[in-house]
């Protein structure tokens, strides 16, 4: 049996792991960690961490991971660059997934907004994403994560583009991305819609178990999923 402790387990989509974890029999959770409690008081006791905290609890938190030689499974978004690198250096130590959104659909589209772009190289691309009114970072991790897939590929056929991003912050919706592809005449969208944070706390959940007994280093979900 998996032990594990989640960070960030007051908000939604600690909320939802949380859940899924004790109705999983491959799992059990040592710990739900909030702003009133310490991951150094579990850390022991735990086989993996799951982290949807924020950039501030993840930066704190994965020295103490790190020391005890566990592994992790972040989605934790809005790192600024240094920041992102300082958490690179540190989670290259021990088995990490990091990944903006943990979702097969979702992963699926950065997949395909690579190979798309290839075919389309020439069209006017742009993305927008819209999220709860709730969420702090914009634009979102999962379409900085697209707009770096479309730069790669655009930089593999020798071009450059400014990939615009526009962020809508509204209601209840749990997270939408569409890349836009248009020329003279036509435009091709590529959208993944999410209904249910279910959705995403499968994605972390299975990236725990995968990640468990791999060598030190830092994946994506593309590893988890073999894409």
Same mark, same amino acid.
């Given at each position: 049996?998996?032990?594990?402790? $989640?960070?960030?387990?007051?908000?939604?989509?600690?909320?939802?792991?949380?859940?899924?974890?004790?109705?999983?029999?491959?799992?059990?959770?040592?710990?739900?960690?909030?702003?009133?409690?310490s991951l150094k008081n579990v850390i022991n006791e735990t086989?993996? $961490?799951i982290d949807f905290s924020t950039r501030e609890a993840t930066l704190q938190n994965i020295p103490?991971? $790190?020391?005890?030689?566990?592994?992790v499974v972040v989605g934790t978004t809005g790192f600024s660059q240094s920041e992102r690198d300082d958490f690179l250096k540190m989670?290259?130590?021990?088995?990490?997934?990091?990944?903006?959104?943990?979702?097969?659909?979702?992963?699926?589209?950065?997949?395909?907004?690579?190979? $798309?772009?290839?075919?389309l190289k020439n069209y006017d691309i742009e993305i927008v994403e819209a999220h709860h009114g709730k969420k702090k970072d914009a634009p979102s991790g999962t379409a900085l994560k697209i707009k770096e897939k479309i730069e790669k590929s655009l930089t593999e056929e020798k071009l450059e583009k400014n990939i615009p991003v526009h962020s809508v912050r509204a209601g209840d919706i749990v997270g939408e991305h569409t890349i836009i592809y248009a020329t003279e005449g036509e435009r091709i969208e590529l959208t993944h819609r999410a209904s249910s944070r279910d959705t995403f706390a499968k994605g972390a959940i299975e990236a725990a178990a995968w990640v468990v007994n791999k060598k030190p280093g830092v994946y994506d979900m593309g590893d988890v999923l073999s894409l």
């Open positions: 049996m998996i032990r594990v402790s $989640v960070l960030g387990a007051e908000g939604r989509m600690g909320q939802a792991i949380c859940r899924l974890l004790r109705d999983d029999p491959r799992f059990k959770l040592v710990a739900g960690i909030d702003r009133a409690t086989d993996v $961490v103490i991971i $790190v020391e005890a030689r566990k592994s989670a290259r130590r021990i088995p990490c997934v990091f990944a903006p959104n943990m979702s097969v659909g979702v992963n699926v589209l950065f997949k395909l907004a690579e190979e $798309v772009t290839k075919t």
